[in-house]
């Protein structure tokens, strides 16, 4: 019996020795480091940087337009005070995309506002599309601009005109939340909810080639709704949270859609509630109610965290909106505004 035993030690001693060896060492989750911040006047949502300016849409305190040239101390150059709530930003040439929408039960007003930043300091409206209930994002490609708007769900603007855009289509979803456009496709991220949980989201892949007639080619269902969507090659990374009662169920999933009509999950890795996602390089950067998460995603079905941002304890705040620009993230950290975290050497 005692040399029974002494085989088993010994099959088992061989195999665990066999597994250490075939994985390897594990993968420490490194903490990134902030390395400066601008406290904005209200709710930090979502950031977009172009050149040496961050461009914050930061809740009812409007646009907010910051000197990130030297890291550690940004300063606020400008700002353009919106009506309504700004949730997205995205900026191309002369012009500031912000989606805004009137937070609350009347959802009477919600949109696409058109801003002039040639010159910093002094940010000018000159233009809006005004479709009602809440915009959440917008995406900027060519001559249009296509813009997730919640309940009005996916709309196309003409903004070849700056100071006179015009819808010229649109694709019916539940909730829209965010969009991303790469060649012929607009990814846009939905979801549902019911008394007060989060049921269910959903990938459209929708077909703009003929932007006055979108056609939606296929989807892609999470079990919570979709709040950000980034794509990069042959995939999509989408970033789910929920549910709305319980704030857990987030991940980052990694959709291959080479076949647009046949969307297909090959990697996940999940957080707590999460909000956005930037792709750079073999990273993706989510962000989530507890913080930036720096995700390997070099190996798409065994995406991995290696890095990892909390805002100091006691700080009010959750991370929103992510923009990566060289050697750093920038986070739009809801009432604890723009953070900015080093994330490489």
Known sequence: MIRLYFIIFCLLFLSCKKASESTGPSNPIINLV????????????DVYVSGQYAYVADGKEGLRIIDISNPSNPREVGF?????TARGVYVSGQYAYVAYGDVGWTWAHGGLYIIDISTPSNPVRV?????????????ISGKYAYV??????????????????????????YQATSVYVSGQYAYVGDGYESLGVEDWGRLHIIDISNPSNPVKVGNYDTSYRIWGVYVSGQHAYVVSGGAGLIWTGGGLHIIDISNPSNPVRVGFYPTDWSWDVYVSGQYAYVTSKTGLHKIDISEPSKPKEVGYY?????????????????QYAYVAYGEAGLRIIKISD
């Open 80 to 84: 353009y005070k919106t009506l309504y």
């Open 148 to 173: 997730a708007n919640w309940y009005r769900g996916f709309r196309i603007i003409d903004i070849s005109e700056p100071s006179n855009p015009k819808e010229v289509g649109h694709y019916g979803t």
């Open 34 to 45: 902030e390395v400066g911040y601008y406290d904005t006047p209200g709710i930090a949502y």
């Open 127 to 139: 233009g809006y599309d005004d479709v009602g209930n809440e915009g959440h994002d917008v995406y």
């Open 310 to 326: 909390r805002i100091p304890y006691g700080t009010p705040g959750e991370a929103y909106g992510v923009y990566v620009s060289g």
